[in-house]
Nanobody
Framework: HVQLAESGGGLVQAGGSLRLSCEAS????????MGWYRQAPGKQRELVAT???????NYAEFVSGRFTISRDNAKKTVYLQMNSLKPEDTAVYYC?????????????WGQGTQVTVSS
């Protein structure tokens, strides 16, 4: 049974930093990609950043160099370092893992962690 557990969210002032962690119950090399998504109240869930098993990263345009996604295979953990946070970054942040199983892609999600940025 695959589980993803996020941590590290909280309340921070604009301009501050947070580091989110996502620990998996299985080796993260099992996932073709892992990533972070976010969902603000009244809005759709959107991509923040992804990282492949080979280490290739991809970021949403709004990140603008402020966030960094990384992984530690030994700790089965993916991180999202967020700097220069803005009030519009306020959202629930979800960890995602995607892997190919037999004939289809399976997506796994964590329970989410709240990030609140005050102005």
């Amino acid at each position: 049974h695959v589980q993803l557990a996020e941590s590290g969210g909280g309340l921070v002032q604009a301009g501050g930093s947070l580091r989110l962690s996502c620990e998996a119950s299985i080796t993260i090399t099992s996932f073709a990609t892992m990533g972070w998504y976010r969902q603000a109240p009244g809005k759709q869930r959107e991509l923040v950043a992804t990282i492949t098993s080979g280490g290739t990263t991809n970021y949403a345009e709004f990140v603008s160099g402020r966030f960094t996604i990384s992984r530690d295979n030994a700790k089965k953990t993916v991180y999202l370092q967020m700097n220069s946070l803005k009030p519009e970054d306020t959202a629930v942040y979800y960890c995602n893992g995607r892997r190919f199983r037999i004939v289809k892609w399976d997506d796994y999600w964590g329970q989410g962690t709240q990030v609140t940025v005050s102005s």
